[in-house]
Every structure is written in C-alpha cells, then in structure tokens.
C-alpha cells in the first residue's frame, strides 16, 4: 500500500519505520546528529520550514508538512482497507 505524506509525496507503507514530531529533532542531540548525516548524504526530502513531522523510511528522511496524527490516520486506513476481504470473484 502507498500512504501520500503531503507535498506531492507518496510512498510505500512498508518502508516506513517510524514517523515522529518536527519539534523532537531539535530537543535531542542524537536526532539533530542523525538529521544532520541524513542531510549529507542527500537522504532528506520536503519542505523544512513548512514542516510538521518527519516520516523515516528505510532508504529516504521526508519532512512532511501533515502532523503525526494525521499521517496515522492515513497508515491506520491503508491497515484496515489491506485487512478486507476480497470477493469481486464471487461477484458476477
């Protein structure tokens, strides 16, 4: 399943290994030093001003301009519409 982060960005469901408050990268040293490699190597994609959160994927960092609980929504919809059954072949 794909989940749209905002901004024009889509990506995979599960790829996504967490998703966490903008605000918590500048109250702990070791976010700030893991934002800053990210940014280095070019992992860091999105708007950093306009930002709310932060989605962290195994490959890319996105800044994200939609709060967390939205994004969780978002994830918690795409769990629940991959846990429904499938009967368009009964249907004809």
């Given at each position: 399943?794909?989940?749209?982060?905002?901004?024009?960005?889509?990506?995979?469901?599960?790829?996504?290994?967490?998703?966490?408050?903008?605000?918590?990268?500048?109250?702990?040293?070791?976010?700030?030093?893991?934002?800053?490699?990210?940014?280095?190597?070019?992992?860091?994609?999105?708007?950093?001003?306009?930002?709310?959160?932060?989605?962290?994927?195994?490959?890319?960092?996105?800044?994200?301009?939609?709060?967390?609980?939205?994004?969780?929504?978002?994830t918690s919809m795409m769990s629940m519409i991959s846990k429904l059954d499938d009967y368009s072949d009964e249907?004809?």
């Amino acid at each position: 399943m794909f989940i749209h982060i905002g901004n024009d960005t889509v990506i995979q469901s599960k790829d996504v290994i967490s998703i966490i408050d903008r605000n918590v990268i500048s109250s702990s040293s070791i976010m700030e030093e893991m934002m800053t490699n990210a940014e280095k190597n070019n992992m860091v994609k999105g708007p950093i001003d306009d930002s709310k959160s932060v989605v962290i994927t195994n490959d890319q960092i996105y800044y994200s301009s939609l709060s967390v609980p939205t994004l969780k929504k978002r994830t918690s919809m795409m769990s629940m519409i991959s846990k429904l059954d499938d009967y368009s072949d009964e249907i004809e």
